[in-house]
């Protein structure tokens, strides 16, 4: 470890002795002392107490502008008001029904109205809802086997856990990336199932529709890939992947869990032009609670009219989580709202470029939408094996030196990208960009130093 990041972390923990200690006890009972495994890094994470428009507070007390906003999911801020209203109106009046209400329809009306889909079901969370389009692929088609791209995350069920973060020596032929399990106890069948392509690399889809014909159910893929920090796909990609699977009679399916609420009003449909066969969104649809949607034509829909896939849940459509998502699509996502985050987003890039330029520091930064991200990589990476050679230890530096001065730059992880919210002001960016200014030469320094600069995969 470089000595520049070693103080960093000297300070992060004289800052932060109330998290340690919390975490400790955590530990006990809790695997890695947290609840979600990206939560859990070294020394030991951030506790939080509490969140409020555009900053939060750790359990210490400090307080930092939040531009991680869990994982990208709070485009609204915290406790953002016009959510807040209509959350409480509904504590009072039930919280889980379990019976159709007006709800429902209202919020799948607002979605048809902005996304290229005729219905909806709604759902808990990104992983459910991929995993219920992924079913749907398969009875829409009579298929098993499905495409995803190498580095790609699309939640947690066994049929896309499947190379998301897979080892430089195990990703093998480029032409045919292997089938990596994302952990043990997925089955040896589930990974003959997914297959994966690597990502702007068209000609790897169709090797391998020529490769299975007639039996591959769907393409599933982020628009913009944001779980390898943000990699924007090359001009006509998606429209390649369009007309490939529908001329192999397959699905496309858009997972827009991170896309959907911050690229643009139709989320990446709009952004891109495409119109995906299956959109999956969630996080940020939500505004701080848990919803997320899969929605397409009423013909593939039709299969859970007819009896044919069946889909349920008891939290489904609780209204809390609907009235946090009628308010999201109804008063928050508006086009003021989108001008705001992009704006400011702007200022944030052009602000890191300036930086990086002035430093000579050998990365550069990449948005979004309301997304961004500064990769420590010498120059654009196109797919994920670019992705793993960005220096891991150099942005491990960038994150404590930033949050030691009161910026969460964005989630830890190198795989992920700041959020701009509605909540955040030109005096939020532009103390983060301060904080920036003030680390970026101390960046640019350790840079030239040897140091254990990779691997990425984690
Ligand atoms: C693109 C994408 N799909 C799916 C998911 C899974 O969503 P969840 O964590 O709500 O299950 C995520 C989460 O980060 C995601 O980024």
Known sequence: MHEGLQKEIATYEKRTPGSRKAHKRAEERLPLGVASNYRAYDPYPIFARDGKGGHLHDVDGNE?????????????????????????????????????????????????????????????SGTECTMHAVRLARAATGRDRIIKMEGGYHGLHDSVLVSVKPKAEEVGDANFPTSVPGGEGITKATLQNTLVAQFNDVAGVERLFAKYPGEIAAVIVEPIMMNVGILIPDEGYHQALREITKKNGALLIFDEVKTGAKLARGGACEYFGIKPDIVCLAKSIGGGFSLAAFASTREVMGLISDHKVFHGGTYNTNPVAMAAGLAMFREVLTPAAYEHVNRLNKKLLDGYDKEIGKTGLKAYVVGAGSNGSLMFAPKPIHNYRDWLKVDSELWRHYWFAMVNRGVMAQPYWWDEQWTV???????????????????????????????AAASSAH
């Open 64 to 124: 930092y502008i939040d531009f991680n906003l869990c994982f990208g999911a709070l485009i609204a801020g915290h406790c953002n008001p016009a959510v807040i209203r209509a959350v409480e109106e509904k504590l009072a009046t039930g919280t889980m029904l379990g019976m159709p209400h007006d709800l429902e329809w209202e919020l799948a009306e607002e979605i048809c109205k902005r996304f290229p889909v005729e219905m909806v079901r709604f759902s808990n």
């Open 421 to 451: 919210s509605v909540a955040h002001t030109e005096a939020d960016v532009d103390r983060h960009l301060a904080v920036f200014a003030e680390i970026a030469p101390a960046l640019a320094q350790a840079q030239k130093e040897p140091h």
